[in-house]
């Protein structure tokens, strides 16, 4: 029987930022680290959501109250696709609280792979924090799954 834990895929450190900080530096922090997501902290280390760089992404939405589709970054609707330059200088100071996921599944380091795998296809993540006692103590991504096809063992 298969007995893969959070602990033994997940990868540390995790790489944190505080809701008050401006999504530019998110992306920055992103870029520097090459990581797809960071993990939102309050100032005592507590989970408070997660940011992740599908967030930055645009994706065209229809309104309920306009029939046009609209564009929207950060989870808000900034306007049509065509200005995309515009939508992004306009959205570099929008706070990581604004725009994090906030009900973003998480795991404990005892977890077991399918339920992790479960959870990635349910919630539409790509990333999992892995917490305890709600402080992160570790980050499963896509590719961290990736790698179990990869091995040997």
């Known amino acids: 029987m298969l007995t893969t ?20 530096e998110a992306a920055r922090i992103m870029l520097d680290k090459n990581v797809g997501s960071l993990v939102v902290v309050d100032e005592s280390g507590q989970f408070v959501g997660l940011m992740s760089e599908s967030k930055f992404l ?3 939405t229809v309104l309920p109250y306009l029939r046009q ?18 939508v992004i200088e306009n959205t570099r100071n929008t706070l990581v609280g604004d725009s994090m996921r906030k009900d973003a599944p998480t795991v404990s380091p005892d977890t077991h ?38 091995s040997s063992d």
């Open 5 to 24: 834990l959070a602990t033994e895929i997940m990868s540390t450190p995790v790489i944190t930022i505080t809701a008050d900080k401006p999504v530019s």
């Open 58 to 60: 645009p994706e065209e």
């Open 69 to 86: 589709s609209v564009l929207r970054i950060l989870g808000s609707e900034l306007g049509d696709p065509e200005n995309i330059e515009e």
């Open 113 to 150: 792979l399918g339920e992790i795998a479960k959870l990635m296809v349910e919630g539409e993540s790509h990333h999992l924090p892995v917490l305890l006692e709600n402080k992160p103590v570790g980050m499963i991504s896509r590719h961290d799954l990736l790698t179990l096809f990869a």
